[in-house]
């Protein structure tokens, strides 16, 4: 790993730990491409905190165009959160009980601070039976939907994927969720927030995760395609520390039902390995703690990360990742065979019959366990 990029990850935390500003300064100790720190900070989207972390040691030019870059994030965000409290209300007032995550919420739990997370959308979740009617509510908003209602592949549609996408003509989009992973994708360790707070943008009470459930969300976002990205590994490190011991064995509960326990201790090992995060005493988690088959994953989490600037890792390292987090050796030979048949969603939207006759022979794979 480049200096360059072991910097972009220690300052990718908006609060990195003592242990992290002390890698950092051994790191500005060295020679540095402070180009190269800018492109990879832009490629793992995490140029907020890499500026507030690293401004007073940047030379002047880099420091000049990393601050444009991030003025020109923070107008977004402040747009993207005003545009939020304005759908959660329409939803809310037509009684729809919509949560949002990730985007400004997230930033706004995590830092207390909307324009300190980059995010190019907007994600709600609603229940599933009230999907079709929250697309209408925000049709009017000039929000339109990228799946027709009505038909059996509409409907079936909503049992392989987790989401439809609703753009906007100012550029923007809402991912409308009834669930957080396609079919495929599953097992994963949230299907229903148990416990909603709220947090306030623009005055407005935007319901959202608890930090238990917030905690499981992040763990099956990086199992899914969080682990090969700075962002990911800083605001799961940044979700695990906020938990107490009794919210994180809820965690474990919680991910253990799902049969994805293993998930769990690959993010809290990720998050010690990363950004020695401080995760709470019944975590039990330490640097080169764990069985072997975890550190081999954080082994190749670090290699997707390295690889990532050329691309999205490939599907096959990807898939190997994810089943190494699988408790159930049946439940891997299941996961593999139904993600690699399964529909994909461009396939549902291109030649959604195709798409269906798929989906009748894949979907008896799907992992429902409540």
């Known amino acids: ?14 609060r990195p730990s003592p242990l992290a500003m002390d890698r950092i300064a051994q790191i500005l100790a060295g020679t540095l491409d402070w180009s190269l720190v800018l492109a990879l900070a832009a490629a793992h989207s995490v140029r907020p905190p890499v500026l507030k972390n690293l401004a007073a040691f940047m030379p002047t030019g880099q420091r000049d165009r990393l601050q444009s870059e991030c003025a020109a994030i923070s107008a977004h965000n402040l747009l993207l959160a005003g545009e939020l409290a304005h759908v959660m209300t329409a939803l809310t007032n037509a009684g729809i009980p919509a949560l949002a995550f990730k985007g400004p919420v997230l930033a706004q739990q995590l830092h207390g601070d909307v324009t300190l997370r980059e995010f190019s959308d907007l994600d709600i979740q609603a229940p599933r039976h009230l999907i079709w009617q929250a697309v209408e509510i925000l049709r009017p908003l000039g929000y339109e939907c990228e799946l027709g209602r009505g038909g059996r592949a509409a409907e079936a549609y909503l049992d392989s994927e987790c989401e439809l996408m609703l753009t906007h003509p100012a550029g923007h989009s809402v991912d409308l969720h009834w669930a957080f992973s396609a079919s ?11 416990h909603p707070q709220s947090v306030q943008l623009f005055g407005a009470e935007i319901r959202t995760f608890s930090p238990a459930d917030c905690a499981l969300f992040a763990i099956g ?7 090969w990205s700075a962002k990911g590994v800083a605001d799961t490190a940044a979700v695990l520390e906020r938990l107490s011991s009794d919210q994180w064995l809820q965690v474990l509960d919680a991910a253990a039902a799902m049969g994805c326990r293993r998930m769990v201790l690959f993010a809290a090992r990720a998050a010690v390995h990363f950004h020695q995060a401080r995760l709470p005493p019944a975590a039990g988690i330490g640097p080169g703690s764990g069985p072997k088959w975890l550190a081999g994953a954080v082994a190749a989490c670090e290699r997707m990360i390295v ?13 190997r990742l994810r089943l190494s987090q699988i408790d159930s050796p049946l439940a891997r030979i299941r996961h593999a065979t139904h993600w690699l048949v399964a529909p994909r969603k461009a396939l549902w939207l291109s030649h959604p019959k195709p798409a269906l006759l798929l989906h009748c022979l894949t979907h008896p794979l799907a992992d429902r366990r409540p």
Do not use: D, K, W
């Not at 976002?221 to 682990?227: L, S």
């Open 307 to 319: 690889n990532s600037t050329a691309g999205t890792p490939g599907a096959i390292p990807r898939l």
């Open 1 to 14: 790993m480049t200096p360059e990029l072991q910097l972009v990850i220690a300052a990718a935390r908006v």
């Open 221 to 227: 976002h990086f199992y899914r395609h969080g682990c």
């Open 184 to 194: 495929f994708y599953r097992p994963f360790p949230l299907l229903v927030p148990s």
